[in-house]
Structure formats: C-alpha cells, structure tokens
C-alpha cells in the first residue's frame, strides 16, 4: 500500500479499522525518510525510537477498544520553532543548537490528544528569518521540485516533508508569507490563520504581532482538519481568540461556490510578475467563473506600502524578543573567563568584559540575516527616530488594514497570486537580502492586517515547477476561504502531480 498518496484522513480510518497498523504506518514514512532525506535534507531531527513507540501505544488503544482521535497515528512534521516537551528546539540556530524544551506548545498538546505522532522537527530560515530556507545554521533544504532551487521559507523543510511524501501533514509558522510562501513553492496546500486562531504558546517568538502557526498538507481537506484540530482558546496566549473552528467545517467546505465575490486588487496584478504566474492566475479565475463565483476588481491603494512597513516592524519586535539570548540564562554562550561568569551568575552588573561576552555571544550565535534584522529593528527603536519610523509604520499599517475591511464590504474573499516569481536557485538571491525581501511582497500585507491566507497550487510552469494561488478572507472566516480552495482543487486536481516523475525518474514513487 502506497501510504504517501492517501490524504491524512484516509490513512487515519485505516489505522483506526486495523487494516494497517500504527506501527507500519510509521516505519513506511520513516523508510521514506531514510531515503528521501539525503536528497531534500527537510529535518534537523528525526524521532524514529519516539515515533515507534508513540505508534505501539495507539495500537494498543484501538485493540483496547478506547476511542481514537482524529489523526490517529499520522506521522505528522513540525517546524523547529515550535516547543516539543524532550526535544531540541533549535531555530536553525547555532544560538539554541543544544536547547531541549521542557515543555509542549498549545498546538502539540492538541495534536498529542488527537492521537497525531510526531516524526520528527523541520529545517527553517534561522529564528524563522528568511525566504528560501539557505538562512538555517545546520543545512540547506532542496525544494522536492528541482534539487537546485529552493523550497521557500522559512518554513522550507515542513513545506519540502509534505511534498516529497515524506510525511502527509506538517506544521509551520508564518510571520510574512513563511507559509504560504513554501507552500507556493513546493506544490502544496499551506494557511495562515486569522491572527489568535491557534495560540502562540510555545512558538518561539520572532514579531510578535504578525506571527502565526499553520498547517500544511497535499490537500485543502486535510489542511482544514489540521486547523481544527489546532486552533482554539489558549489563556495562555494572551493575543488567542475564543472563537474555534466548527467540528463539522469538512462538510462546509464542500458547499458549492455559486454567487461568491471574489476580489481581484488590482495592486497585485503588476509589471514584474512571472508571465507563467499571470496565465495560471487567469486560468484559475476562469475555472472559478465556470463554478458560479462571480469575480470583482477592486483595489488595495496601500498595498505599495506593506514591504517597507514589513520591514520596520518585524525587525523592531524581533530586536526586543532576541535580546533575551545573551549568553546568559540559556542557550549558546561564548568561551568566557572564569571570573566573569561568576560575575553573570550573582547577577552583578554588567561590567566593560561582561559587556564583551553580550557581543561575543550574540556575535558568533547569531547568522548574518538575524543580526541584520536585530540591527534594523534596534535602529528603529531607538530614541530620536521611533516615532519616525516604528510609529509611523504602525499608522501605515491601520491603512492597510483599513483597505481590506473596505474591500471585505464588496467581496467575500480576495484572490492574489501567492508570489510574483516561482522557485529561484540556491544561492542566486543570497548577496541581494532586498531582492530576497520581495519574494514576500504578496503575502506581507495579510499578516500586518492580521487576516487568515491559503496558497493552493494552481499551475505549473514549462520548466515543471509549481505556482501558488492565494486566497484571503475576513478575520476568522477561515471556512469561506476554505470552501473556494477546496472547490477550486476539486475541478483543477493540481496536487494530483506531486506523485509526477521527477530528477529524471520517479522520486515520489519509488
């Protein structure tokens, strides 16, 4: 049995009507691994010892007869930012390369009771900082698609998982597009909750205001079950909405589309795109057209804004939430002289050598990209120029937001392309951070106004590399902007080619 081209769902009946067992499914994913993951290197870690043993325990609750959750036994990927009680969480980063977490995020302790398994924690940007995955300190992910092209970021490696079969969910964060973005880029569906959905206990912090976790999946319904199953009230996120997803939110979806507004902004539509981005876009309207959506332009005039708005708030909260790595409570620390760590340790104030071991730690443990954001968002900060620039950003983004909630008045949801380029090569935008920076440019403004975002694969280009259609939605209306994926998938079966040959042979298949 071909584990890896059933959706999660079908493989979670199967386990639970004992036609395959927690176990072997698990082994199966896990082979996959060993073989696929010298190709694609999507994990930092892999739980081979827990995930068997995770697996041997929901056997032995279905031969008990004991009710099972909803991802019973699926192998399930989650992004190295995301706290798994034992476990390393890293970052990508030298600075937290030995850190084990002592405790669960919010969103693993709802996988755990739903009986998902866990196999292992993805390769992202550093700190959750980039858009290609080449920001990690450990190693560089291929994208499934094409070995010499990135998979997108910074959830690179749980975008990759999914699509190279490596497992069939997997979780990431996203703070500018870090989702939607991958997801894009690798041929799969991936969402970005509406902000305070799914709680942020237990993600390490990057910008505080715009981070978010989401799913990935093959397809829109197993990306909509995932969300279920994570999102909901967390007290102990003090941003997280009372507001779940409904139970039954799989037969919502499938609701036809007839009469639904969809919003084309003409902002989006600019000179600069891919013409193959363009031509799968138009299809898709098109196809959206044939099933009874009826289709708006409208426009989003502040739109031009959100990189340069982007770009001064998330560095700014990222300075204020990595000042906490100083080599002091935790994590990486530089070799320093005996008596000053004395010093550290009695809590004495920060002396001229102190000082030296804050630089010399942060120095050697943070990459290039994150000391670049930390220095932009310090510079902001700082006094003379946070009304000038902090400030001033955060008026911009009321705009921004204040464009959508007008645009929302007319449409019920807005359709952009998920990126203006496909997949470029590693290392090709390596020395160009703003070139770098405006692969985002599409994705950015949903995070500033705090809105929920999918990417579905809506294309591929002659060189056989997938285009990302994205799909937003008012705040918490998650369920429309899953009903038009879902009927959009239903007729256009892109995700049917991720089991296409590949490298010249069959990867997926193998």
Request: charged share 25%.
């Amino acid at each position: 049995m071909e584990l890896h081209k059933l959706s999660a769902i079908e493989l979670s009946k199967k386990i639970l009507a004992r036609e395959i067992s927690a176990v072997k499914t698990v082994e199966y994913f896990l082979d996959r691994i060993t073989l696929l993951e010298p190709e694609i290197s999507a994990f930092n870690f892999v739980f081979k010892d827990a995930a068997i043993e995770r697996a041997a325990e929901i056997d032995k609750k279905i031969s008990d007869g004991e009710a099972c959750g909803p991802l019973c036994g699926v192998p399930v990927a989650i992004k190295d930012n995301i706290n798994i009680k034992g476990s390393p969480t890293t970052c990508s980063s030298k600075m937290l390369k030995d850190y084990i977490s002592p405790y669960d995020a919010a969103v693993i302790s709802r996988l755990r009771d739903s009986d998902a398994v866990f196999i292992g924690k993805t390769n992202m940007d550093e700190f959750a900082m980039g858009s290609s995955t080449e920001n990690s300190a450990f190693k560089i992910t291929k994208n499934p698609w094409g070995k010499e092209y990135i998979p997108g970021g910074s959830s690179g490696g749980s975008a990759a998982a999914v699509a190279s079969g490596m497992c069939l969910l997997s979780i990431g964060s996203d703070t500018g597009g870090s989702i939607r973005q991958p997801a894009s880029f690798c041929g799969v569906v991936g969402l970005k909750p509406t902000y305070g959905r799914v709680s942020r206990y237990g993600l390490v912090a990057f910008a505080s205001s715009l981070d978010q976790i989401g799913p990935f999946a093959a397809n829109v319904m197993d990306c909509a079950e995932l969300l279920r199953i994570i999102s909901g009230y967390d007290f102990r996120d003090s941003t997280s909405i009372d507001s779940a997803l409904p139970g039954d939110i799989s037969s919502r979806i499938e609701r036809d589309i007839k009469g639904i507004k969809v919003g084309l902004p003409k902002e989006y539509f600019i000179q600069g795109i891919d013409p193959e981005i363009t031509q799968s876009i138009n299809k898709s309207v098109d196809i959206l057209k044939g099933m009874g959506a009826d289709i708006i332009e409208i426009s989003l005039p502040h739109t031009g804004y959100a990189l340069s708005v982007y770009y001064i708030i998330a560095p700014s909260e990222a300075s204020a939430n990595l000042a906490r790595y100083d080599g002091v409570k935790y994590g990486f620390r530089a070799d320093i002289s005996t008596d000053t760590l004395s010093v550290m340790e009695a809590g004495g104030e920060p002396s001229g050598e102190l000082l030296s071991i804050y630089k010399k730690t942060r120095g050697e443990g943070f990459g290039p990209e994150v000391k670049r954001r930390i220095m932009l968002g310090t510079y902001a900060l700082s006094t003379g120029y946070y009304e000038a620039y902090y400030g001033k950003a955060q008026k911009v983004r009321t705009l921004i937001k204040n464009d959508f909630d007008e645009a929302f008045k007319k449409v019920d949801v807005i359709l952009t392309p998920t990126t203006p380029t496909t997949a470029f090569k590693i290392g090709e935008k390596v020395q160009e951070p703003l070139q770098m920076y405006l692969s985002d440019i599409f994705t950015i403004p949903c995070n500033l106004a705090g809105l929920p975002g999918i990417s579905v694969p809506c294309g591929w280009t002659k060189g056989g590399l997938p285009v990302g259609m994205q799909i937003l939605g008012r705040p918490l209306d998650e369920e429309t902007v899953l009903r038009v994926a879902y009927n959009f998938e239903k007729i256009a079966r892109h995700y049917a080619r991720r089991y296409a040959q590949h490298y010249g042979g069959t990867l997926y298949d193998r």
